[in-house]
């Protein structure tokens, strides 16, 4: 599978070193309380998915109107790629690992979340690497207060619809140029 992808990232240290080095980890925050906050899916390098409009969104609030969106290209092979937006087997996958490893007494909080419990993966397969062989991993983000102007009804009773415009997150667990290739950089704020 092959996913457009667009990086927002700081200004901060000019065009020729963010063209040569981003996409920029994404790594554990403190939150503005001094909690500790993982990422979405985890320490990793985060695209947005074909969505300009929200890599320009996460740029203005994340960077104070001082960012640069780059675009890629992603090369998302079968056996690296984890899909838990468009598919099955992968999302069942995932479930029936956190059922497994939840059920079977793994000494661990009762409620990590799916970054914690995508950490918790990657630790293990270190020694076994078959636990979690995932490189790239693609998730829908829903979030309370999306739109409804993208909400599109399939049937008259408005009981069953379907939303058009998901936010879905792209994260390479490591950066890798056989999965990852620059294509330019599409937009720049003005500061």
Same mark, same amino acid.
């Given at each position: 599978?092959? /996913?457009?992808?667009? #990086?927002?990232?700081?200004?901060?240290? !000019?065009?020729?070193?963010?063209?040569? @080095?981003? %996409?920029?980890?994404?790594?554990?925050?403190?939150?503005?309380?001094?909690?500790?906050?993982?990422?979405? &899916?985890?320490? !990793?390098?985060?695209?947005?998915?074909? @969505?300009?409009?929200?890599?320009?969104?996460?740029?203005?609030?994340?960077?104070?109107?001082?960012?640069?969106?780059?675009?890629?290209?992603?090369?998302? %092979?079968?056996?690296?790629?984890?899909?838990?937006?468009?598919?099955?087997?992968?999302? *069942?996958?995932? /479930?029936?690992?956190? *059922? $497994?490893?939840?059920?079977?007494?793994? @000494?661990?909080?009762?409620?990590?979340?799916?970054?914690? +419990?995508?950490?918790?993966? *990657?630790? &293990?397969?270190? #020694?076994? %690497?078959?636990?979690?062989?995932? *490189? /790239?991993?693609?998730? /829908?983000?829903?979030?309370?207060?999306?739109?409804?102007?993208?909400?599109?009804? +399939?049937?008259?009773?408005?009981?069953?619809?379907?939303? $058009?415009? %998901?936010?879905?997150?792209?994260?390479?667990?490591?950066? @890798?140029?056989?999965?990852?290739?620059?294509?330019?950089?599409?937009?720049?704020?003005?500061?």
């Amino acid at each position: 599978m092959r /996913i457009i992808g667009q #990086h927002t990232c700081s200004k901060e240290g !000019g065009i020729e070193r963010i063209t040569r @080095n981003a %996409p920029f980890e994404s790594t554990e925050y403190k939150t503005q309380k001094g909690e500790k906050k993982m990422p979405f &899916l985890g320490r !990793g390098y985060y695209l947005w998915d074909s @969505n300009l409009e929200e890599a320009r969104r996460w740029g203005m609030g994340r960077y104070g109107n001082s960012y640069i969106i780059l675009e890629y290209e992603l090369d998302c %092979p079968g056996s690296v790629f984890l899909d838990l937006v468009g598919n099955r087997l992968d999302m *069942k996958w995932f /479930i029936d690992q956190m *059922k $497994l490893l939840v059920g079977g007494g793994v @000494n661990r909080k009762e409620n990590w979340n799916i970054a914690q +419990f995508i950490e918790f993966l *990657k630790r &293990l397969s270190v #020694h076994k %690497p078959e636990v979690f062989p995932y *490189k /790239i991993i693609r998730a /829908i983000d829903l979030y309370t207060k999306q739109s409804e102007q993208f909400r599109y009804f +399939f049937v008259e009773s408005r009981q069953s619809y379907t939303y $058009l415009d %998901p936010k879905i997150v792209v994260c390479l667990v490591e950066k @890798n140029r056989l999965y990852l290739k620059y294509r330019r950089i599409v937009e720049q704020s003005e500061d």
